[in-house]
């Protein structure tokens, strides 16, 4: 149980283009979902946290317009890069926690790595 | 805001126990989580404390002393698939954000 999955898992695009990432939760609900960022040999750092029917909220740092995000149903969040450049390329992962779970647990997504040429 | 601690890096060989540190800083404290990470793939959960005291899952174990703000993950028996970068987390805020630390590379030699 608790499987997070992500689509695409790569993804070469132009700069200047938009990319949309899926997250869903394949046998849970997920009233919240997360948005990580991984660069290379770092730390996964929190973008944003996705609530489903509401705006997500974003860290500090994070630009809202940039990166859109949509929680659209209990099991689905998308992730949309818009007019990608060169320095958005990185690893993002998504994250859901089942919440019924005495652990508050968050389960990963296997990531999507994007690269702007 | 919050911050974690924990070594950078830790080798040992095949068949060995390690322990890897980790101490933190943070308001609005819920849990200390560790994730292992391998090389081009994404986290995977391996424990969670919410309570002080020891949790054990298999060759794995972790601690949390949170009067200390302190805690660690212990590996037993160690493989070489366990070569891999070890996160610990807290859980805090009104939506249980995860803050990661930097990351352990651990690395088990034959």
């Known amino acids: 149980g608790a499987v997070v999955s992500q689509h695409p898992s790569w993804v070469i695009c132009k700069s200047g283009t938009s990319v949309k990432i899926e997250c869903r939760s394949l046998?849970?609900?997920?009233?919240?979902m997360f948005w990580y960022r991984q660069f290379p040999k770092q730390s996964l750092m929190l973008m944003a946290t996705?609530?489903?029917?509401?705006?997500?909220?974003?860290e500090q740092g994070v630009e809202k317009d940039k990166f859109l995000i949509n929680h659209a149903s209990l099991t689905l969040s998308t992730l949309t890069v818009t007019s990608a450049h060169p320095e958005d390329s990185s690893f993002y992962i998504c994250?859901?926690?089942?919440?019924?779970?005495?652990?508050?647990?968050?389960?990963f997504g296997p990531g999507t790595r994007l690269l702007v040429l | 805001g919050q911050s974690l601690e924990q070594p950078s890096e830790v080798t040992a060989v095949e068949g060995a126990i390690v322990q890897i540190n980790c101490t933190y800083q943070?308001?609005?404290?819920?849990?200390l989580s560790w994730y292992q990470q391998h090389d081009g793939g994404a986290p995977t959960f391996l424990s969670y404390?919410?309570?002080?005291g020891l949790e054990e899952t298999g060759r794995f174990s972790s601690f949390l002393s949170r009067s200390d703000s302190y805690g660690y993950l212990l590996l037993q028996e160690l493989q070489m698939k366990d070569s891999a970068s070890y996160f610990c987390?807290?859980?805090?805020?009104?939506?249980?954000?995860?803050?990661f630390g930097s990351g352990t590379q651990l690395t088990v030699l034959p």
């Open positions: 046998d849970f609900q997920a009233t919240t």
């Open positions: 943070t308001s609005g404290f819920y849990g």
């Open positions: 994250s859901a926690e089942p919440g019924h779970q005495f652990q508050e647990t968050q389960y």
């Open positions: 996705s609530n489903e029917g509401s705006k997500a909220t974003y």
């Open positions: 987390a807290v859980s805090s805020g009104s939506a249980r954000q995860l803050t």
């Open positions: 404390n919410a309570l002080d």
